[in-house]
């Protein structure tokens, strides 16, 4: 069983612990974007583009009826953003849509992250959010 979306952001915050400065939680997030699986071609569509996003953030869900649980695909063409949605990848993908809905988003700001992003990048992280949320009421809805 997958650990829950509080236990997985306190276990990436974990992670961050070592690092002194922004400069070197910067370089982590952005390394943490060439961990993020390949991202097929054919998804790269404009009906998968997440709008408000200064880069082009492509993402996509599968839900697994079997198990309730949704997984998220996701690419950007921009570093920052492929690390961002690489740590939203990890919180999120494989949890049932109820338990995205009803969780709370502390990640980003536990980091520090809010004051270091510009505002379009804040903005397009809280429209990656609300994308991964409006999934989760689909699905949560369709299984109803």
């Known amino acids: 069983m997958k650990n829950s979306i ?15 400065d922004w400069e070197e939680k910067y370089s982590y997030i952005i390394e943490l974007g060439y961990d993020l699986p390949d991202f097929d071609n054919r998804f790269k569509i ?13 993402l996509v869900a599968e839900y697994n009826p ?37 969780s709370e988003l502390f990640i980003f700001e536990k980091l520090g992250l809010k004051g270091h992003l510009s505002p379009s990048r804040a903005n397009g992280l809280s429209s990656m959010v609300k994308y991964i949320k409006n999934y989760a009421e689909k699905y949560s809805d369709s299984n109803s």
């Not at 404009?46 to 492509?58: A, D, F, L, T, Y």
């Not at 309730?68 to 049932?96: H, M, N, P, W």
């Open 66 to 102: 079997a198990y309730d649980t949704i997984e998220f695909l996701a690419d950007s063409d921009a570093f920052i953003v492929k690390g961002l949605v690489c740590i939203l990848l990890r919180i999120f993908s494989e949890q049932k849509p109820k338990d995205i809905l009803e």
């Open 6 to 20: 509080e236990e997985i952001q306190s276990e990436i915050l974990e992670e961050f612990e070592d690092f002194l």
């Open 46 to 58: 404009p009906e998968n583009i997440v709008k408000g996003c200064q880069s082009q953030v492509w």
